[in-house]
């Protein structure tokens, strides 16, 4: 049996994503990496199972630190990944699960959206440590597979925290670090534990109406006061210091109101 530890790495970049593979790269140094990830591009899947995802799983072949991996493409979303990762190819639970390295960062109010912190919630919810990395970059490059991002910096703090989830336990109520990587950074970046921001840092576009094709799609543009969330959190952390960001994220996502008073008012 390997004795190594287990890490399941996915993403929602899908599984041709280099930020996929550079996060490969890392924690290869750690232990037994095994690799699920979309097929295709599943960003904005959120946490979400679709009906309509087929739930194909194909092995392929790729070389990663010069050793020939077998990795796993799935017909459907990350945290559908995580799942498939748990049933069938991992014996046992895995002591870790990494979602990542994405294109863009998620930060603030949106973040239930993203495919790469719902792949870290799935793992989360099965009680597995997980961590949800994502780099910085334009929006040009968010739906890309753009060789121009360089995403060795952002391997080094998914190595850099990944070894402090296998050899630490965190507090009971830290299910997830979030982790946001400046586009600028090198490894002396400093980090910095953060909130999450309650304020926007994306901001949903009405559907393009194209006449022949009726209603594409909802877009998004970065928020107008994106630059503009309080000190402490995720965005200040990583748009005003241009530090890393890393932030606890808890799947109890009851208010932090007291309930009795709360009870009082809805009598």
Known sequence: MNKEPQILLTNDDGILSPGLWAAAEALDELGFVTVIAPREQASGTGRSYPSHSDGKMTAEKLVVNEKEWTVHALGGT???????????????????????????????????????????LEGA????????????????????????I?????????????SRLLSNEMPPDVQ??????????????PWQTTRLSDKSFYTPTVPEDIATAGLI???????????????????????????VSVTPLSLDLTSRVDLGKLQDILK
């Open 176 to 189: 997830v670090l979030k982790v946001e990587v400046p586009s600028d950074a090198t490894r002396e970046t």
């Open 78 to 120: 990350p945290a559908m990944a995580v799942l498939y990762g748990i049933f069938y190819l991992i014996e046992g639970k895995p002591d870790l699960i990494v979602s990542g390295i994405n294109y863009g960062l998620n930060v603030g109010n949106g973040v239930t959206i993203s495919g790469t912190v719902g792949a870290a």
């Open 217 to 243: 799609g909802i877009g998004y543009d970065l928020a107008p006061d994106y630059d503009q969330s309080p000190s402490g959190t995720d965005s200040h952390a990583v748009i005003n210091q241009r530090a």
């Open 150 to 162: 360089d995403f060795q910096t952002a391997g080094y703090f998914t190595k850099y925290f990944s």
């Open 125 to 148: 919810a099965a009680g597995i440590p997980s961590m949800a990395i994502s780099l910085e970059t334009d929006k040009e490059f968010h739906a890309s597979y753009s060789q121009e």
